[in-house]
């Protein structure tokens, strides 16, 4: 049944069709969130649970250090990635990105590792979502962390973990000097510097360091490397069965006694096309973790969802089911900068990539860290006037940001826009982070191994044009001090000008996905003017034994990147399914 190779994985393809085999407790999804839960739910070893994943178990060299992992260098065969629809911007076909095989989008990732801020999370709770205010969550980000310092800092802030699996790092000093440009600029500009993004106490106005899921040996740290390594994987495969390559297409259905219905277990299949189904029954529970594109895509494909979305038949009227999906939407300019100063130098110069190539692996440092970005810059877009200057306002600080600016070594355009191969790039970022724009997902096909049709809405309310107007001005400022301290920036991507109309056509023009998908399956009532698909304990509304914990329960994005949240999110719900079951 095992199959060979260092890491223990079941396959499934032996398992007899007639006879399903039971589990209590069947994770669908083993992403960022979901080798989290498995890990926590087989802590205890009268408990059995089966985690299936639709992608690999990728465990080389490359998929570990950062550089090469990392998706816009990385194999693309470790990402799905699929055309949007896009029914505002100039018509193009914008790609979505999500992370496929063990780890999600923690395998792939830029490693940044950001938590928003209290106050987000007490609106969760003041919204009705009882125990999920900051004070009551910022153990479980606590738990699986295990933060470390630079030698050289002192020992760790009160609030980072140290004993936790996921290994969270301080990078040190800023890498390139465009960087440390950008901070001596937003400095000058009003925006304090922060050298913690995470300090419950930071303000919501700032120009803050980053910190990255990367461990003390320089090795990417995903959540499939910190929550599944392969020994506790051995130590628990008798309890524990993880399979890869297995695509679950639905959810079977039930009626109890007094007319409820349940989840029984689940249907899946391998990757190919016409291909046997396999099923699992959960003797407790079946928890969705496929991410904010997939969880509402297999509930779709179960008859649960808006009536005339669903596959037929339709099981559960729940309109919430792939509605409010969100996302980051972004846009860059750009400079040229001498190639030193750009991720690009990567690429073109092999003797530059050899000597980092040895850096890495001799000291742990250098470019193979992949410093993609180690700041972000935090602002309201009401404290930014009309030439793009902070403001100060009556009570304007305490507003929670809606825009986020980041300095990115490499050229930040999707699809990438051609740039001479002798420069390197210095883009500035301007993300949303607050949008009013809604997207949907729903069914291309009735096929469950279709890639489901997504909307992303961006700028579908017009709202959200004005707050990117200012972002882009202010970043323009940015841009402007940098070079009046002495940074070497030529414009290469940027608006015709400051009015509305070329800023609007711009972002039109230059909109992009920043992979931060969620809200498909939000949190809140199920009457909610958002309708919400699950409940403050992350069941869905209607259906027993079933739960959600990734991204899609995301009740409203937030100002964080969201691997953070993910994890939180697997970890609240493993002690709530603990709590209910007693294991
Ligand atoms: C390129 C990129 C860069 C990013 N950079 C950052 C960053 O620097 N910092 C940050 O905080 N966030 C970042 N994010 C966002 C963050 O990684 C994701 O939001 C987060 O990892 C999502 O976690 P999840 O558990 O909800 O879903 P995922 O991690 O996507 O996990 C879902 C899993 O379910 C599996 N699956 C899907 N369908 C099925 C099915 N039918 N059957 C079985 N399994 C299925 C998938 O293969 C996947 O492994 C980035 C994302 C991407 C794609």
Not at 179 to 201: E, F
Not at 444 to 451: N, V, Y
């Amino acid at each position: 049944m095992f199959s060979s190779g260092s890491y223990p994985l079941i396959d499934f393809t032996s398992f007899d069709l007639a006879t399903p085999i039971e589990y209590d407790f069947i994770v669908v999804g083993g992403g960022t969130a979901g080798c989290v839960l498995a890990s926590r739910l087989s802590e205890n070893p009268a408990v059995s649970v089966l985690l299936l994943e639709r992608g690999d178990a990728r465990r080389g060299w490359a998929t570990r250090v950062p550089l090469t992992s990392t998706n816009f260098m990385g194999d693309p065969s470790a990402a799905y990635r699929w055309p949007a629809s896009q029914s505002v911007g100039d018509a193009r076909s914008l790609s979505l990105v999500t992370g496929k095989g063990l780890g999600g989008g923690s395998s792939i990732n830029s490693m940044q590792y950001s938590r928003g801020f209290p106050k987000e999370y007490d609106l969760w709770s003041q919204n009705g979502n009882h125990g999920w205010s900051y004070a009551e969550i910022e153990h479980y980000f606590k738990k699986s962390e295990h933060f470390t310092n630079p030698p050289s800092r002192s020992s760790p802030a009160k609030h980072h973990g140290t004993q936790g699996e996921w290994k969270v790092r301080d990078m040190g000093d800023l890498y390139f000097s465009t960087a440390t440009s950008c901070v001596a600029a937003c400095t000058a500009l009003g925006l304090p510097y922060s050298a913690d993004l995470n300090d419950p106490a930071a303000p919501f106005t700032m120009c803050a360091k980053l910190d990255c899921t990367i461990d003390d040996q320089g090795y990417r740290s995903s959540t499939f490397t910190a929550f599944l390594p392969p020994k506790l994987a051995h130590e628990r495969n008798y309890h524990l069965h993880i399979c890869t390559g297995a695509a679950v297409t639905n959810l079977d259905l039930g009626v109890d006694s007094n007319g409820q219905q349940f989840v029984k277990g689940v249907a899946f299949q391998t990757n190919e096309f016409g291909s046997k189904v396999y099923r699992a029954l959960a003797r407790k529970e079946v928890i969705l973790c496929a991410g904010a594109i997939a969880t509402p895509q297999i509930l779709l494909l179960s008859g649960i969802g808006p009536q005339d979305c669903v596959k037929k038949p339709l099981r559960k009227h729940l309109p919430g089911v792939g509605h409010n999906l969100q996302d980051h939407m972004a846009v860059g300019i750009m400079y040229s900068v001498p190639t030193d100063q750009s991720l690009h130098i990567m690429q073109t110069s092999r003797l530059r990539a050899m000597l980092e190539l040895f850096r890495y692996i001799a000291f742990g440092e250098g470019m193979f860290l992949s410093p993609v970005t180690q700041l972000s810059i935090l602002v309201h877009s009401t404290l930014i006037d009309d030439a793009g200057r902070i403001v100060q306002r009556e009570g304007g600080g305490g507003r929670l940001p809606d825009l986020e600016l980041m300095p990115i070594h490499f050229n930040y355009s999707d699809p990438p826009i051609d740039i001479p191969v002798d420069a390197g790039v210095f883009s500035l970022k301007v993300a949303l982070m607050r949008p009013h724009s809604r997207g949907t997902v729903t069914l291309a096909s009735p096929d469950p191994l279709d890639r489901p049709a997504c909307d992303l809405g961006f700028l579908s309310n017009p709202a959200d044009y004005l707050a990117m107007r200012n972002g882009i001005k202010l970043a323009k400022r940015i841009g402007e001090k940098m070079r009046e301290l002495g940074a070497p920036l030529k414009d290469l991507c940027m608006p015709e000008s400051e009015t509305d109309a070329d800023l609007n056509a711009f972002v039109r023009k230059t909109v992009r996905t920043t992979y931060h998908y969620g809200c498909t399956c939000r949190m809140a009532p199920e009457n909610d003017s958002d309708a919400g698909v699950v409940n403050e304990e992350l069941k869905v509304h209607g259906i027993d034994k079933l739960r959600i914990a990734d991204c899609s329960v995301i009740p409203e994005m937030m100002s964080a990147h969201l691997q953070a949240p993910a994890v939180m999110i697997a970890e609240k719900c493993a002690d709530l399914i603990k709590l209910e079951h007693s294991t």
